[in-house]
């Protein structure tokens, strides 16, 4: 690795990051990378607990933790431009207030989990999340664009779910249809996000009072999420 590319990726995780990853940008059209080649994926993971705590229904807990990552991802993704300002690059934050939270057409023109598979953290589940061997799905995700001549890793072209169908068969929207994600395989071919807006608004109302749409389900469920738990000394002793 060279050593930009180290001292991005100490910097970003000294600061709070769990995830850091460099992708290839290069085979997406310009306009929606800015013209620029490379994107930085930075990710945050949620307390196990949180996540367990939204089984049967999303928490306060969840949604206070869904508004803290957020900013925690906004400010580090400011702070990682910032930085390659400072070394002479050209570096854009896509911070909430920079890409939109898609809420008119539930798009944005260069979703964060593109620039996540292109920089190899994980691929694309059957719930449409971004499934990782390392935490699952119970990540948030942010990104920045830059100039800089960052070493890329491998993308990730393939699902790993395989077979499994949980979260299909778990989310209460039925928004998950069970079809395996590929390169070129877009969102709606195989998730509704209508379904899954309207039913995670209910969910939330019914959950804590309402005010963000968020369900969450799917990440609790997944294989791969309850794999990176690690045993609760209350449990073990029950
Ligand atoms: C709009 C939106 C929604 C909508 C639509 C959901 C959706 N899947 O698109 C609604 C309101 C339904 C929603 C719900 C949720 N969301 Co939401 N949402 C967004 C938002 C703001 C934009 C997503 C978007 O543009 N979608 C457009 C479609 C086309 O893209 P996509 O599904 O995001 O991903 C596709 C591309 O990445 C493509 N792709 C992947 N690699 C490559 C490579 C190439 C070369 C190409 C061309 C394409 C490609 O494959 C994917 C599937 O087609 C993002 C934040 C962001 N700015 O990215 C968060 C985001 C996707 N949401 C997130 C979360 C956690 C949720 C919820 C769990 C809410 C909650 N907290 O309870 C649910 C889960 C729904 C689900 N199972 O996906 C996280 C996902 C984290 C993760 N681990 O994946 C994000 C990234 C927010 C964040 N900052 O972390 N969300
Ligand atoms: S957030 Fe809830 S409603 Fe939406 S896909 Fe996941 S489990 Fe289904
Ligand atoms: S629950 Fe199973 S099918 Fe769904 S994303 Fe996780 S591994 Fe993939």
């Not at 085979?27 to 949620?46: F, S, W």
């Amino acid at each position: 690795m060279n050593s930009i590319t180290g001292y991005i990726q100490d910097e970003l995780l000294r600061r709070g990051a769990d995830m850091v990853g460099m992708g290839d940008l290069t085979g997406l059209p310009p306009e929606i990378r800015h013209h620029l080649p490379i994107g930085i994926c930075a990710a945050v993971k949620y307390p196990d607990e949180v996540i367990q705590g939204i089984a049967d229904l999303p928490t306060r807990e969840y949604n206070d933790w869904y508004n803290r990552l957020n900013e925690r991802l906004d400010m580090l993704v400011t702070q990682g431009a910032e930085l390659l300002w400072t070394m002479g690059y050209t570096a854009l934050a896509m911070t909430r207030a920079q890409v939109g939270n898609g809420e008119a057409e539930n798009n944005t023109a260069l979703p964060h989990k593109t620039v996540a598979t292109r920089a190899g953290i994980g691929w694309i589940g059957k719930s449409a999340l971004l499934v990782t061997e390392k935490w699952g799905s119970m990540i948030r995700l942010s990104s920045i664009l830059t100039d800089a001549p960052l070493e890329t890793a491998s993308p990730v072209n393939r699902s790993r779910c395989g077979g499994c169908m949980i979260c299909t068969k778990a989310c209460p929207a039925g928004a998950v249809s069970g079809k395996e994600w590929e390169l070129g395989l877009y969102r709606d071919e195989f998730f509704d996000p209508v379904k899954c807006r309207q039913t995670a608004r209910e969910r939330a109302k019914l959950g804590f009072g309402g005010g963000n749409t968020i369900c969450g389900k799917c990440i609790e469920v997944c294989p791969y999420t309850r794999n990176a738990w690690k045993p609760h000394p209350k449990r073990t002793e029950a």
